[in-house]
Structure formats: structure tokens, C-alpha cells
């Protein structure tokens, strides 16, 4: 093997290497791109998390109310009728 055989196959092998670590640096890009959108989402997801939580709180208070007047009518739905009426 002469020096110009192996500078040919050392260019081949330094091209083929320089093709794989740009493949590589894509590939992480692209996938550090789907994981800050995936983060994002998480973020968005606690935060509606969140507000269904108060609107859970208010819509249990709602149910308390309604179970009372549930309770009130089976008991006496002549006096529920009339509060109803008012």
C-alpha cells in the first residue's frame, strides 16, 4: 500500500466519520426540540390541572348544596314546594 492508497482510504474514512457526527448532532437537535415541546406541555397540562382542581372545589360545594336540597324535598315536598315558589 502506497501513501496516496492511504491518504484515499484515510479521506474515505474522515468523510464517512464527519457524515455520521452531523447525522448524530441532527438527530439530538430534533430530539431536544420534541423535549422542550413535551416540557411545555407538561407545564400547560399542571396549570390546567390546577384550575380543574378550583373548579372541582366550587363544583363540590354546588354538590353539598344540591344534596341539601335534595335531602329537604324527599323529606317535606310540601315545604320544598313552597320555598320554591318564593
Known amino acids: 500500500m502506497n501513501f496516496l492508497d492511504w491518504m484515499n482510504m ?3 474514512i474522515d468523510i464517512a466519520f464527519l457524515v455520521f457526527s ?8 430534533s430530539c431536544s ?3 422542550e415541546m413535551h416540557k411545555q406541555a ?5 396549570g ?3 384550575v380543574i382542581d378550583d ?3 366550587v363544583n363540590s360545594e354546588n354538590i353539598e348544596t344540591t344534596k341539601e336540597l335534595l335531602n329537604a324535598t324527599i323529606k317535606n ?4 314546594k313552597r320555598n320554591l315558589k318564593k
Not at 24 to 29: A, D, G, I, L, P
Not at 42 to 46: A, G
Open 10 to 12: 484515510n479521506m474515505i
Open 22 to 29: 452531523a447525522a448524530v448532532v441532527w438527530k439530538m437537535r
Open 33 to 35: 426540540k420534541i423535549i
Open 42 to 46: 407538561i407545564v400547560e397540562m399542571h
Open 48 to 50: 390546567n390541572i390546577k
Open 55 to 57: 373548579k372541582s372545589n
Open 77 to 80: 315536598p310540601l315545604l320544598a
